[in-house]
């Protein structure tokens, strides 16, 4: 039997490597007054050296994540952030597992594993991305690719330590390609996510568990997306740089019924 339960949405903008400090300072401001009063969850992740602007202009509706943190705790690991460093500077969350990393820079699932394990010690919230490429939605692997990925990414992490986890399904062609999911083939992925999250965990987790859809989000197509039962909220690129357009996007989603 399904469970009810009443889901906040969450809307993540993922600056990746754009602006520059006096604009991430300026668009956090823009965020955090788009995000005053709306019943959503609102996070916005700048790019490592803009986070302390950022977080600067953080309020109680707009807190701020980072794009990554280290798979380890500390120590001669050149270039990388650790999670404790991040939510010492005041990070609320972090990406794991972005498709940007995972195929640009060759992360594995064992590896976000253990990023996973990072963030939740830290006390940050983990939003994990999957999904599947071009070639294996052609090939009709795209739902086997998210279980594949969902269940390596979150092994050996129990039920009780994901509290906090957001899932964002993120087909990879649809990000930064201006084609987005049909509403009824997001709802599907999102719903090979729960099952997955159900036999990995149980029913109540996989109910409780927001799961969110990136690729392409825009001022236009935001409400249709996130008029789906399944769909929690969005991660969204291009579109959180225009800060009329992702006041569009935050109000989608405040205004959308669980
Ligand atoms: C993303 O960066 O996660 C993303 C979905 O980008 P875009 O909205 O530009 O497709």
């Known amino acids: 039997m399904a469970i ?4 906040t949405p969450f809307v993540g ?8 400090r006096a604009g991430a300072a300026e668009l956090a401001r823009s965020t955090a007054a788009a995000a005053a009063g709306r019943r959503v969850e609102c996070v916005v992740f700048p790019p490592f ?4 602007d950022t977080i ?3 309020t109680a509706d707009m807190c701020v994540g980072a794009q990554d943190c280290s798979a380890e705790t500390q120590g001669a690991f ?10 010492d500077i005041g990070c609320c969350a972090t990406l794991i597992g972005h498709s940007e990393r995972r195929h640009g820079l060759g992360e594995t699932d064992a590896l976000l594993t253990k990023k996973i394990a990072r ?3 830290a006390g940050l919230t983990p939003v ?11 090939a009709g692997r795209a739902h086997a690719v998210i279980e594949t990925q969902l269940r390596g990414s979150l092994a050996g992490h129990s039920e009780d330590a994901l509290a906090t986890l957001v899932v964002a399904y993120e087909p990879v062609w649809a990000i930064g390609t201006g084609r987005t999911a049909t509403p009824d083939d997001a709802a599907e992925a999102h719903r090979t996510v ?3 999250l159900a036999s990995m965990y149980s029913v109540r987790f996989s109910e409780q568990a927001r799961v969110i859809y990136g690729g392409s989000v825009n001022a236009k197509n935001a409400a249709d997306l996130f008029a789906r039962e399944e769909i929690d909220g969005g991660l969204v690129g291009g579109a959180s740089l225009n800060a009329t357009d992702f006041a569009a996007i935050i109000a989608a989603a405040s205004s959308r019924r669980t």
């Open 78 to 87: 050149t270039g990388q952030v650790s999670a404790a460093m991040l939510r």
């Open 13 to 20: 903008g993922n600056w990746k490597m754009n602006l520059t």
């Open 119 to 121: 963030a939740l010690e």
């Open 4 to 7: 009810r339960v009443s889901r």
């Open 56 to 58: 600067a202009a953080r």
């Open 49 to 52: 050296v803009y986070l302390p």
């Open 194 to 196: 729960r099952k997955t």
């Open 128 to 138: 994990l991305c999957v999904g599947e490429t071009l070639a294996e939605r052609d």
